[in-house]
């Protein structure tokens, strides 16, 4: 009896604690459930299925889902679709699981699928929280992760490879995937490797003689040193930014005239390989003209938003083309520095983020006042003196400054080095027999009038104007507010023989902002139709300072000679004066025409604010641009840095971190990328990429298994080294390198190096390809002339771009026609003769010519089945040769070689060795 009641205790002990611990396991499993995340699992659904019809474009029922705000807001019903906590109280639950298609959402379209339904009614219930998508909130320090092993009492396997933090992050998402790193790549590759990452063509003899030689721990680290101290590495890096900064030598559209504008690429080849902090590269690039006393090279680096396109064109709206000059410089901006499609916004609000249409011209106000206005001569420009005219411009300034006021010196270096702030005669209007010829020049004939609206000429005794005449007897006037208004100034004109002339006029002037007409008069013109005087701009300005000095008629001298002489210039931004700023207004639908209502700068709200005491114009944009609450401009660069060494970025979408974009596949690593260059690496991007390189993710050998390639096909997750096709500039240098045929010569404008005959049409004046004389047909590729109709094509055809608009991401293509290319254009057959000529110095035995030829290319020997196809190829060529010398002659033309039937053989070997894909592919 009492072991049956002991018995039972413990079977009542048992089953009570038994059922504790399945309360206990059921209330943690409750407590652990994850709450549904917002970005990952809602957003992607509302933007895939909702959106379209509830967002930032149309608003149908009055439902919007662009945020939480508009989301809980009543509808048209005059209740809210979605009810916090309430899923079914909630309108979105019932028509997304109605079966009447009338009633059901998405409207004329698929279901939703359970399981979609299922995540909106848990997120509905717990409370419809919001979420701000990952790209928009501002970057914070990341932890690296801990390679550990058991309890963190053993070392883990994997520990010692990874062994930089840019690896522990690698290393800990390839456990997930359950992938391994691969083995270390072998000396040559990495060299070849890192020197087309890092200055876009192999490494000079010297610097690769080092590093194969050097056998310390440190011997990559030094080759990258090495190799980021060139001055190779801003022309490689300065392609890129190119493209971003839609670069070209001419203006664009049908016309597209030429352009000079090449200064700015080779400012900007100067700035990456000083290694300019990149919050400052930016910030002369969009504000340098508005920094303190802004030097040559802060005016010349604002020529990155003077590359949008002008029409020329006869009878084109100037002021179309001009605001669509500043849409472009803002789409640009964002896309290419921010990595974001804020140009969505310019008709409407933004589709998928939380982006307002007024924000998109709230941001435009910011670029809407520079002083250039489309025209011909692409003002504002930036005048180049000569050294000998450098030195009397410092002098004249000094002595102003001296006898004057500093502000009235900075006046005249400004006028002389800009010719600003002029105005332009295509700001005239109320024409009377006169009008802007080709719309671009105010030309007037007999009894002529124009108005020039709002001029301020306050205390003003000077007027200095660009006229030509064309012929001899004829009075210009000027008059305040009307024709007949009180007179201004007069003078009768001189004949200049249709030449281009600088006057100065005494001006009477009032007191305040008037209307100013032009008024021209010629007893000599004969016919209505005929042109007495051509305008290009005009200047207010004071009478030259202390008149009665000495000194006074040497300086005035200088200044007239400075201001008369035409050095090169260069188009670059400058920011009109306080009277002549621009109103900013809404676009309706995006149509410049059609404006609605007028808005002050600002940025858009979603990424924050502009710091305190900013300026409200260019430079506090980009100070908020720089600014490390920024949650795009690291991001977006570093993002581009790894794009360019590993193949793809951690986002693939480098022109989109949106919700649209692709999903970061370390979200982790890039933020801790962005932190460490904002904070620690304090922008420097010779920093940045060093981290990059010199870890074991990168090192990697880029061989893949076929089990890897199944998983992994896309090397997303790193298990190998990058393997990717040359862009268009490095095939193209890589074959002038390895045939010794490459210029160093840096620097100037573009050059026209071989191209086929009938690619340029111009359908206006007389510009040709001109073949460059010379080592400038060896140049780099970032030197090559590129006209925007008609780019180089080879480069083309290896996926360069036309630079029409930015370009923040190329994609890579692989084409029959690429291997034509590389087989028959005569860059490559040059380039394929001169390779053989540097293999033949190996001797005369045909194979270690051969042997000698791939080292060249590869900086590795040549495995024995590949010299054998290379052999048969070359024995197939001599035999072609031998029975037509002709060939030989033709291919050779006037140079003298040895048996040329046997040199053209090696040539044929040299161009397939040119072509091989371990050649045109970084692996």
């Not at 979609?116 to 501002?138: C, D, F, M, N, S």
């Not at 559209?253 to 400012?267: S, V």
């Not at 004829?474 to 023989?497: F, Y």
């Not at 080292?855 to 040549?862: G, Q, V």
Request: hydrophobic share 35%; with cysteine.
């Amino acid at each position: 009896m009492k072991l049956s009641i002991l018995q039972n205790s413990r079977y009542f002990l048992f089953s009570i604690s038994l059922l504790l611990l399945l309360l206990l396991l059921a209330n943690w499993v409750g407590l652990n459930q994850e709450a549904v995340h917002f970005n990952s699992q809602v957003k992607p659904i509302l933007n895939k299925k909702c959106i379209s019809c509830h967002g930032g474009v149309k608003k149908n029922g009055g439902f919007s889902m662009m945020n939480r705000e508009e989301m809980l807001r009543p509808n048209e019903s005059g209740k809210p679709a979605i009810v916090p906590g309430k899923p079914a109280e909630s309108e979105l639950m019932r028509r997304i699981t109605a079966h009447d298609p009338e009633e059901r959402m998405p409207y004329e379209a698929s279901p939703l699928s359970s399981k979609e339904i299922g995540i909106l009614r848990q997120w509905i219930k717990e409370g419809a929280i919001w979420g701000t998508h990952w790209a928009y909130v501002p970057v914070q320090p990341v932890k690296v992760p801990a390679i550990n092993g058991f309890l963190g009492l053993f070392s883990a396997k994997g520990s010692s490879w990874a062994n930089t933090p840019i690896d522990k992050f690698i290393y800990t998402t390839l456990k997930e995937q359950q992938l391994s790193p691969s083995p270390r790549a072998d000396k040559a590759t990495l060299l070849r490797r890192v020197s087309l990452d890092l200055i876009g063509m192999p490494a000079p003899d010297s610097i690769a003689r080092a590093y194969l030689q050097d056998q310390s721990p440190r011997a990559f680290e030094n080759l990258v040193d090495a190799l980021l101290a060139s001055p190779r590495f801003g022309e490689r890096w300065a392609s890129m930014w190119l493209d971003l900064a839609r670069y070209a030598d001419t203006k664009g559209y049908e016309r597209d005239p030429g352009r000079q504008i090449w200064r700015y690429r080779d400012w900007l080849i100067r700035a990456l390989n000083a290694d300019m902090p990149y919050d400052q590269f930016l910030t002369e690039q969009i504000a340098g003209d508005l920094l303190p006393n802004p030097s040559d090279e802060q005016y010349l680096a604002t020529a990155f938003h003077r590359n949008t396109s002008t029409n020329d064109e006869g009878g084109t709206d100037n002021e179309e083309f001009r605001v669509a000059a500043v849409l472009d410089r803002v789409n640009t901006t964002f896309e290419g520095v921010l990595g974001t499609t804020f140009a969505c916004t310019q008709c409407h609000g933004h589709p998928y983020e939380d982006f307002k249409h007024d924000e998109y011209y709230r941001v435009l106000a910011y670029f809407n006042n520079t002083r250039d206005e489309d025209t011909y001569e692409d003002y504002p420009l930036l005048r180049h003196y000569p050294t000998a005219d450098s030195v009397k411009l410092d002098s004249l300034c000094t002595w102003v400054a001296k006898v004057s006021t500093p502000q009235r010196s900075m006046e005249v270096y400004t006028f002389l080095k800009t010719l600003q702030p002029s105005i332009y005669s295509i700001a005239g209007d109320r024409f009377v027999n006169c009008e802007l010829y080709d719309t671009k020049t105010l030309v007037m004939r007999k009894d002529a009038s124009a108005r020039f609206k709002q001029v301020d000429i306050s205390g003003k005794t000077k007027l200095i104007c660009r006229v030509k005449t064309h012929l001899d007897g004829g009075r210009w006037e000027i008059h305040q507010d009307s024709t007949n208004g009180p007179l201004v100034t007069a003078i009768d004109l001189p004949d200049t023989k249709r030449d281009w002339n600088l006057i100065e006029l005494d001006v009477k002037a009032p007191r305040g902002i008037h209307d100013l007409y032009w008024v021209y008069q010629n007893p000599g013109i004969k016919e209505i139709t005929q042109g007495g005087i051509s305008f290009d701009w005009f200047y207010f300005t004071d009478a030259f300072p202390a008149e009665d000095n000495p000194e006074s008629k040497k300086y005035q001298a200088d200044f007239w000679h400075l201001l008369n002489s035409r050095p090169p210039t260069t188009p670059i931004a400058i920011e009109n004066p306080a009277h002549m700023q621009r109103t900013t207004n809404v676009f309706e639908r995006g149509n410049w025409i059609v404006k609605g209502k007028t808005v002050q700068a600002g940025v858009p709200k979603l990424l924050g604010n502009v710091p305190q005491n900013a300026p409200n114009n260019r430079l506090g944009f980009v100070q908020w641009l720089v600014d490390k609450k920024n949650p795009l401009t690291a991001r977006t660069m570093v993002n581009r840095l790894w794009e360019q060494v590993f193949g793809m970025g951690l986002v693939e979408t480098l022109e989109d971190l949106g919700s649209q974009g692709a999903i970061p596949t370390h979200p982790e690593l890039l933020d801790y990328l962005a932190w460490q260059f904002m904070h620690q690496q304090q922008w420097s991007i010779k920093t940045a990429l060093k981290e990059m390189l010199c870890t074991n993710t990168y090192q990697q050998k880029a061989e893949a298994s076929p089990e890897l390639y199944e998983k992994d096909p896309y090397n997303r997750y790193y298990a190998r080294g990058p393997r990717v096709r040359l862009s268009a500039e490095q095939v193209r240098d890589q074959a002038l390198a390895l045939s010794g045929l490459m210029s160093t010569k840096m620097y100037g404008p573009g050059v026209m190096p071989f191209q086929p005959e009938g690619i340029w049409a111009s359908p206006y004046g007389n510009e040709k390809w001109v073949l460059s004389e010379g080592e400038d047909r060896y140049r780099r590729a970032v030197y090559t002339y590129h006209k925007r109709t008609s780019p180089y094509p080879s480069m083309l055809t290896f996926d360069g771009t036309t630079r029409d608009v930015c370009t923040a991401r190329r994609i890579r293509t692989n084409t029959p026609l690429q291997a034509l290319v590389t087989l028959n254009d005569p860059v490559y057959i040059d380039a394929a003769r001169a390779l053989a000529k540097r293999m033949r110095y190996a001797g005369t035995d045909v194979d270690r010519q051969i042997a000698r030829g791939y080292y060249l290319a590869l900086k590795c020997k040549i495995a024995p089945n590949k010299q054998a196809v290379l052999e048969k190829l070359h024995e197939k060529a001599l035999k072609k040769y031998r029975s037509n010398p002709k060939l030989a002659d033709e291919l050779f033309g006037t140079e003298k070689v040895p048996d040329p039937p046997g040199s053209a053989a090696m040539v044929v070997v040299a161009n397939a060795l040119l072509n091989l894909d371990e050649v045109i592919t970084k692996n």
